[in-house]
């Protein structure tokens, strides 16, 4: 079962108003992206609104008082806790404290759009524990009170959309964002986080080590650093703590890596030839329920369908690795494989998949935007 037929078993396939509304159509307009990957990234940030903090964190007010450097570690630990209006109404459905931590927050659409609900993986729960469905006005929870755009919504949409600045296109997006918020009721849906494994047996440029005939992980792309070093992506799970990596017969290593997002940078042996993403790295959320594709040491060239991803992508997120869910169409040693959508846009790159026996199943797909922001990469121009 995929996390879109899971979701709608709790809280049903009906996707409210047919069709993309006016005033989203409008936006995705000004944004120049497709109507329901415009709604997906209006929907996106009414759950992110739900999620906000309502006042001003802890360790800046500290900051802002002339408290000492400890206090404001002290005030941004403890903010990782405070409650959000969807989590405490969440906490408060009977969801586990973890829920106020780093949780995976997935998207996921209903009948063709219309409706998109959020499925919480909350890994305080017992595995053994009944889902929690939780209904929401997104319209009364967030819009209704007057607020405006906040200025990290403003630096997200202008990356996404630069040409927006010196208009009045915010605007259009608020306008769009309550169009989007009144289409009908929303439901989040609390389930207990299944177990995910990483994908390294065995894997389309595969990294093997001395004496295994086996692939352990996958080239990911070929990027350049900020200080113009030339390297490869790949999981950092798959390498990790070892000096025998070869690719394509050719001795690398690890230069860099960043356990957060899983991703690991390995040396560029001059004599190896990896293509770089034909249609340039996506910056905008992909679209749902449309098929994608990769190229695992293991699996081979191979198709996919797009399921989920976390709303935080439209955020600055990084203190947690964002994901896109697919299929679970991946093999043991795919680790680090790049998912591409339709257009060659890069999605994502592998890290790991559910358990058999998961309530749904699914690989998760590194965001590769946030990758190459945070690991400061860019594509290789080979």
Known sequence: MNITDFADRYVGADGGAEGVGLEARVFAGALAVEPDRAELMLAAMLWMRADAIPRPPISRRAFNAGFDQQDVLTGRIFNRWRPTPLRDRL???GASRRVFLDVKTLLVPHANGGRYDLVVLDSGMPPSAEPIVVYFDLFEFTL?????ISDAEARVLGRAGPRWYGSDIFDVFEEAMREVGRRREYAAIV???PAFVPMTVQ???GIRTVGEEDAI??????????????VLTTARHAVADRTDLYVSGSLTSVIGSSEILDCALLAHPYQVHVDSPSGGVLDVPPRIQVFASFDGARSGPTKTMVRSFDMRIMSEVRNTALCVLTDADTAGGDSGAALYDGDGKLIGFCSERTELGAPFECTSWVWAR???????LEPSKE
């Open 144 to 148: 209704e009170r007057g607020r405006r």
């Open 370 to 376: 946030q990758v190459l922001n945070m690991m400061r």
């Open 217 to 230: 992980g996958t080239v990911g792309m070929a990027a350049v650093t900020d200080v113009g070093e030339a």
């Open 203 to 205: 894997p389309c440029l």
């Open 91 to 93: 906490r408060r459905a």
């Open 191 to 193: 389930v207990p986080a």
